[in-house]
């Protein structure tokens, strides 16, 4: 069976400091990765994925994640983040033509 | 992209009542929609998922007679809550998604409506 975990269920980080949400997942087949975004009391939005190919993902607002297939991991990371950033992170794993399994997600804090 | 919309965005109503959520996909036609529920401050739980025409498979723990699904068209899935009671009082999200052979198929999100149960 598939799962997710997000390693940290809040992170505070300084505007304009870099930034890395942690998520490791557990499959025994192939998958699918993803990152979503959700801002306050609104739906997912999708801020990138991975499914196959190069193991580094850009997507959208500035963000990247890394595939690690040995060590199991998707974390994502930004280099800069704004106030705009503060939201709540999912990781997310998914099997082809399956359903999505999220993590509990993760908090971001941009401190001014 | 895909658009996915929800309505209400929010909804209130009193105890015993019943509660339809629409989940439309506005530019696409959906093979298959997905309905989750999220508590304050969790993360997503798949309640069930839905394939137009047939009945939709429910997660294991999430009652089928409490919740009722419906998918009559590729454009339109409807939750239905009866008797609704203030343990129902959550945040619910649809997904579709549109199956093409060959290639992975995407869920597209709905925007969440808000239920809340006095």
């Known amino acids: 069976a598939q799962s997710v975990t997000q390693l940290d269920s809040q992170v505070p980080v300084f505007e304009e400091a870099p930034v890395e949400l942690r998520c490791n997942y557990s499959?025994?087949?192939?998958?699918?990765l993803f990152w979503y975004v959700q801002y306050p009391n609104q739906g997912l939005q999708l801020l990138l994925k991975?499914?196959?190919?190069?193991?580094l993902v850009k997507g959208i607002n500035g963000f990247e994640a890394e595939f690690n297939k040995s060590q199991t991991s998707f974390h994502l990371r930004k280099p800069s983040v704004h106030i705009s950033d503060t939201a709540e992170y999912f990781c997310?794993?998914?099997?082809?033509?399956?359903?999505?399994?999220f993590g509990k997600g993760t908090r971001l804090h941009i401190l001014p | 992209g895909a658009v996915v919309s929800q309505h209400p965005s929010w909804v209130i109503c009193k105890s015993g009542t019943s509660v339809k959520i629409e989940c439309r996909s506005l530019d696409f036609q959906a093979t298959t929609m997905f309905w989750y529920r999220q508590f304050p401050k969790q993360s997503l739980m798949l309640m069930a998922t839905s394939n137009e025409g047939s009945k939709a498979t429910y997660e294991q723990g999430v009652e089928k007679d409490k919740f009722l699904i419906n998918h009559a068209s590729l454009t339109l899935s409807t939750l239905t809550v009866t008797s609704a009671h203030p343990e129902d009082s959550s945040f619910y999200i649809c997904s579709a998604r549109v199956w093409a052979s060959g290639h992975y198929n995407e869920q597209f999100f709905g925007p969440g409506t808000r239920l809340t149960v006095l």
């Open positions: 991975y499914l196959s190919g190069s193991t």
């Open positions: 499959s025994s087949v192939s998958v699918y």
């Open positions: 997310a794993v998914g099997e082809r033509d399956d359903k999505i399994i």
